[in-house]
């Protein structure tokens, strides 16, 4: 159940840029929920070594910790 697309973005991939590029960001729950995914943080690991993506992440107060990625220069 993909309720935060409008469009369903094909592909892992680009769902995962997706969520990711969100000026909130996306948990590592939110990463397998909407991929969906049992390892999310290999995802991730994914996006950087094949597609070039920085990839940052935040400590929230409650201990889980929020994820933000870029794409590399010279792509949207």
Same mark, same amino acid.
């Given at each position: 159940?993909?309720?935060?697309?409008?469009?369903?973005?094909?592909?892992?991939?680009?769902?995962? *840029?997706?969520?990711?590029? =969100?000026?909130?960001?996306?948990?590592?729950?939110?990463?397998? =929920? $909407?991929?969906? /995914? @049992?390892?999310?943080?290999?995802?991730?690991?994914?996006?950087?070594? @094949?597609?070039?993506?920085?990839? /940052?992440?935040?400590?929230? #107060?409650?201990? @889980?910790?929020? $994820?933000?990625? *870029? #794409? #590399?220069?010279? @792509?949207?």
């Amino acid at each position: 159940m993909l309720t935060m697309f409008q469009k369903k973005p094909v592909g892992q991939m680009a769902r995962l *840029k997706l969520i990711l590029s =969100r000026k909130e960001g996306a948990s590592a729950a939110e990463i397998a =929920r $909407y991929l969906p /995914t @049992t390892s999310p943080h290999s995802k991730l690991a994914r996006l950087v070594r @094949t597609h070039g993506w920085t990839i /940052t992440k935040r400590d929230n #107060p409650d201990g @889980t910790k929020q $994820y933000f990625g *870029k #794409p #590399p220069k010279g @792509t949207k």
